[in-house]
């Protein structure tokens, strides 16, 4: 069993940035995918970001898009999203997904595996 492990979420103020971390425990982690969601208070849990394991195939949704970065590090088994000019409808428990084959869409709950237990971040104004 994979287990997903973020960090770097906090308190920030509007305009700052924030890197996240999402590290995979098994020293032998190959997925096809790994996404970032994230979930607002009353709200459903949405799609932040998406990159193949090999690097190749990127995607955003359009409320990150521009000012966000989806990065791995292979050797670490650590996928990252770095976040800029952050507002406060960012603010949201952010939540890293593997995806052990492809299935489908990037944005889809349903086509991840795991799941981490999620990181804080809240931007204040």
């Known amino acids: 069993q994979v287990q997903l492990v973020e960090s770097g979420g906090g308190l920030v103020q509007v305009g700052d940035f924030l890197r996240l971390s999402c590290t995979a425990s098994t020293r032998t982690f190959s997925p096809y995918r790994m996404g970032w969601f994230r979930q607002a208070p009353g709200k459903e849990r949405e799609f932040v970001a998406a990159i193949t394991w090999s690097g190749v195939s990127l995607n955003y949704a359009d409320s990150v898009k521009g000012r966000s970065t989806i990065s791995r590090d292979n050797a670490k088994n650590t996928v990252y999203l770095q976040m800029n000019s952050l507002k406060p409808e960012d603010t949201a428990v952010y939540y890293c997904?593997?995806?052990?084959?492809?299935?489908?869409?990037?944005?889809?709950?349903?086509?991840?595996?795991?799941w981490g237990q999620g990181t804080q971040v809240t931007v204040s104004s």
């Open positions: 997904a593997a995806a052990r084959t492809y299935r489908g869409s990037s944005s889809l709950e349903r086509n991840y595996d795991y």
